[in-house]
């Protein structure tokens, strides 16, 4: 099985709208406000305005471009984030060694890739974005529900990763002009003159990529993966070296026995979790994949296989920097800030800003451009909303967001817990009561015969499972007598959603299978 490079681009058509007669070019900064002409011959439910525009209706299948290349380039990069090696490194800290590292990072790894071909599907299936494919289960307006919820989530840590992001190109800018120092010790707004000027440097790059839609971020993922494998290889090979040729495979108060086992499938379970928001919305980018069998040879290389390569850098950079010197690392930045050649460290910490990008545009940024132009589909479309999820990013205050043990803990992890019960109701609706069949027009209209109207746009049924699996997920978050059952919140809390769901849906509605082609626009827009 191999991965080949993505295709040539292909010039995006232009598209006919009956939109005061004026002729759009799909990447005009735009809002369509009603689907294309030939749609009115299909003798379809009308679209309402409140629910459709360019960014939120169903790709046409001719045309897509996410290739198997595309998809693991996702995995090359999201994979590789400075947060995962600090989880994966903390697994070393914790008494787990070389095989035990690997073993749990698989585990996670296989429960992934079947979770994330479940969601693929559904995307290449529907061509529609997630705030759109919520519809299905929580009504046209319920979906405003996972939706912000999921857009919340994505936004504070946009900002945050922004922020992290600029702290390496703080380090990088002061070890080439030392004098820069001098910048970065006064405080404004709790960020130092020079932190402004990297933040909003990082700001208005990823502003700038965003601004050109969904194929200038899989052109930009594309470029980034290859980079970040080959430094990240190139890392692991130069401390193996440094170390003399061999590593230490476990710390001095390596874990046995049941205690052993046990984190080895609570670092399974964890790892799982860290990609709850992901696996919720990968419909946004497989909506524009050729084929289902891409999406499954993206995710083999991406996930099982780079995930491999990903833990044995890991137990590599771990077990080299123990054996040298008896320290634990807690991130890759530790072992670059040390590299003694400056064109080397320049060149690594390039790399780290790479990448850095390349995961916040894929986790954060997509995920509440969808919300938003969800929300106001009248006044916003993927540019309008990128620049205002962006701004939101940056009033904020991220570092300051960042710097508080309560926000992180509470407002973040409350949000996160969320995600499990969202994904439950999600797959339980679309798998297992509808079997797949879904009416994508009628994702679109407002009339009362709608087969996702359910009560005044909102299902009660899917709101009721929601609830209930979301009380037990934050109890199970936030209670420290439950603390033994906190790495596996995130399966409790989506099987529990499932399960309440799949026993209180409505079994007695027929679901019907109409393709959304009529009301389908190119997926380059």
């Not at 052993?260 to 497989?286: H, K």
Request: proline share 6%; net charge positive.
């Amino acid at each position: 099985m191999t991965l080949t490079p993505e295709a040539p681009a292909v010039a995006a058509p232009t598209v006919d709208v009956p939109d005061n007669g004026v002729r759009h070019h799909p990447h005009a900064d735009h809002i369509l406000h009603a689907p294309p002409a030939g749609a009115l011959a299909a003798n379809l439910p009308p679209t309402s305005p409140q629910l459709y525009n360019q960014d939120l209706a169903p790709t046409q299948a001719a045309g897509r471009r996410w290739t198997s290349y595309s998809i693991f380039t996702l995995w090359a990069n999201d994979v590789h984030s400075l947060g995962n090696y600090g989880f994966a490194l903390g697994l070393f800290a914790l008494g787990l060694g070389g095989w035990q590292i690997l073993l749990a990072l698989g585990v996670g790894a296989v429960l992934l890739f079947g979770l994330l071909n479940f969601s693929g599907f559904m995307g290449h299936k529907t061509g529609v974005p997630f705030p759109v494919m919520s519809r299905i289960s929580f009504g046209i307006h319920g979906a405003q529900i996972p939706a912000l919820i999921r857009g919340a989530v994505a936004i504070a840590w946009f900002g945050i990763q922004t922020y992290l992001a600029s702290l390496v190109l703080r380090v990088l800018l002061i070890a080439l002009v030392p004098s820069l120092a001098s910048m970065d010790t006064n405080s404004i707004l709790g960020l130092s003159s020079l932190g402004w000027i990297t933040f909003i440097a990082l700001w208005i790059l990823q502003v700038f990529i965003v601004s050109y839609g969904m194929d200038m971020i899989r052109k930009y993922e594309a470029f980034a993966g290859p980079i970040i494998l080959v430094t990240m290889i190139a890392l692991a090979v130069w401390m193996f070296f440094q170390a003399g040729a061999s590593i230490a495979w476990s710390t001095d108060h390596a874990l046995q026995g049941g205690d052993m086992w046990r984190e080895i499938f609570a670092g399974g379970a964890l790892w799982v979790s860290i990609y709850a928001t992901f696996v919720l919305n990968f419909c946004d980018f497989t909506r524009s994949s050729t084929t289902r069998k891409s999406i499954v040879k993206g995710n083999f290389w991406g996930i099982p296989i780079n995930m491999l390569l990903f833990g044995s850098i890991v137990v590599v950079l771990a077990g080299a920097q123990f054996k040298i010197n008896g320290q634990v690392i807690s991130s890759p930045s530790d072992i670059v800030q040390t590299i003694p050649n400056t064109l080397l460290l320049v060149l690594a910490a390039l790399a780290l800003l790479v990448l850095t990008v390349a995961v916040n545009l894929m986790a954060n940024f997509v995920a509440p451009i969808y919300a938003l132009t969800n929300l106001f589909p009248k006044k916003l479309n993927f540019r309008r909303a990128g620049l205002i999820s962006a701004l939101i990013g940056l009033v904020i205050l991220p570092w300051n967001l960042y710097n508080n043990p309560v926000v992180i803990v509470y407002f973040l992890g409350g949000l996160g817990a969320l995600l499990g019960p969202l994904f439950g109701v999600i797959m339980a609706d679309y798998w297992l009561i509808r079997k797949a069949r879904v009416n994508v027009p009628e994702l679109y209209t407002e009339q009362k015969t709608g087969a996702y109207f359910y009560k005044n746009g909102f299902n009660p049924r899917a709101i009721t499972a929601f609830a209930i699996a979301a009380a037990i997920s934050l109890l199970i978050a936030f209670v420290p007598a439950l603390v033994s059952l906190s790495s596996f919140s995130w399966f409790f809390a989506a099987g529990i959603a499932a399960v309440v769901y799949y026993a209180i849906a409505d079994r007695k509605r027929t679901f019907q299978d109409v393709s959304g082609e009529p009301i389908a626009v190119p997926s380059v827009h």
